[in-house]
């Protein structure tokens, strides 16, 4: 896995590089000093897995990840602040306490090359129009006030608009993000997510049922029990595209 450590202390980027040395798996295309300085090289190494100090002057790691389209395997870097901890552990974010030390950061290691399998062997769920379409990595970083998420997009079961915002279904979460669903449909790959009506995008792979209306309506039920009423118009294409 390519990997690029973003962390204002020059000291703490020497320790982790010198605590990775052990593991060839990993290998280090970069680092960077600050949010702007780690977006570029985001967007240039395209890495598989970043080391993400949260407090850094100007931007925020949390704030670095919004700005992406298509967010790499994370592992925070934090000094010690329960808080944000809990909040980690909330939302099965994984994160390292500095000082580092080289037990936990095998454990974190061991958890990245799971998800790294597991979204390398899934088909692309982002449009061509994504700024890092060529990589096997596609998540997306959610926050939702205190509490913060990277999702798989395969994950996502169901999108749902409320004015400006978009709810997101996932696991058992529903946090609400700044974004229209008109500007995520234009991101996420239509042969994998499917527009049922004006308000709401559902993800394909999680389609346990459809039923179809007396008038020529189908109703979708989603793995998780939530049913969904798919326009008149979008019925025809959806017979089409499940041979129904």
Same mark, same amino acid.
């Given at each position: 896995?390519?990997?690029?450590?973003?962390?204002?202390?020059?000291?703490?980027?020497?320790?982790?590089?010198?605590?990775?040395? $052990?593991?060839?798996?990993?290998?280090?295309?970069?680092?960077?000093?600050?949010?702007?300085?780690?977006?570029?090289?985001?967007?240039?190494?395209? $890495?598989?897995?970043?080391?993400?100090? #949260?407090?850094?002057?100007?931007?925020?790691?949390?704030?670095?990840?919004?700005?992406?389209?298509?967010?790499?395997?994370?592992?925070?870097?934090?000094?010690?602040?329960?808080?944000? #901890?809990?909040?980690?552990?909330?939302?099965?974010?994984d994160y390292l306490v500095k000082p580092i030390s080289p037990q936990r950061?095998?454990?974190?290691?061991?958890?990245?090359? &799971?998800?790294?399998?597991?979204?390398?062997?899934?088909?692309?769920?982002?449009?061509?129009?994504?700024?890092?379409?060529?990589?096997?990595?596609?998540?997306? =970083?959610?926050?939702?006030?205190?509490?913060?998420?990277?999702?798989?997009?395969?994950?996502i079961l169901l999108m749902e608009s409320e004015g400006n915002y978009t709810?997101?279904?996932?696991?058992?979460?529903?946090?609400?993000?700044?974004?229209?669903?008109?500007?995520?449909?234009?991101?996420?790959?239509?042969?994998? =997510?499917?527009?049922?009506?004006?308000?709401?995008i559902v993800n394909l792979r999680w389609i346990e049922n459809v039923e179809?209306?007396?008038?020529?309506?189908?109703?979708?039920?989603?793995?998780?029990?939530?049913?969904?009423?798919?326009?008149?118009?979008?019925? &025809?294409?959806?017979?089409?595209?499940?041979?129904?």
């Amino acid at each position: 896995m390519k990997a690029l450590i973003i962390d204002d202390e020059r000291l703490a980027r020497n320790g982790l590089r010198r605590l990775l040395k $052990p593991h060839k798996e990993i290998e280090i295309s970069g680092e960077a000093a600050n949010a702007q300085e780690g977006l570029s090289a985001i967007r240039k190494l395209n $890495p598989d897995l970043i080391f993400l100090d #949260v407090e850094m002057p100007g931007r925020s790691g949390f704030e670095l990840l919004e700005q992406l389209d298509d967010v790499p395997i994370t592992i925070f870097t934090t000094a010690y602040d329960t808080y944000a #901890v809990q909040a980690f552990e909330a939302s099965a974010l994984d994160y390292l306490v500095k000082p580092i030390s080289p037990q936990r950061l095998k454990v974190s290691l061991v958890r990245a090359q &799971k998800t790294f399998a597991a979204i390398s062997n899934e088909p692309a769920q982002m449009s061509t129009h994504s700024n890092r379409s060529g990589s096997a990595l596609h998540q997306v =970083f959610v926050r939702d006030g205190d509490r913060c998420w990277i999702v798989r997009l395969a994950d996502i079961l169901l999108m749902e608009s409320e004015g400006n915002y978009t709810r997101l279904y996932f696991g058992n979460e529903r946090p609400l993000i700044f974004r229209s669903l008109a500007a995520i449909e234009e991101r996420v790959n239509p042969n994998a =997510f499917f527009r049922a009506n004006r308000s709401q995008i559902v993800n394909l792979r999680w389609i346990e049922n459809v039923e179809n209306e007396i008038d020529g309506r189908l109703i979708v039920k989603l793995t998780k029990g939530k049913q969904i009423e798919i326009s008149r118009r979008q019925s &025809k294409r959806l017979r089409q595209l499940l041979s129904l």
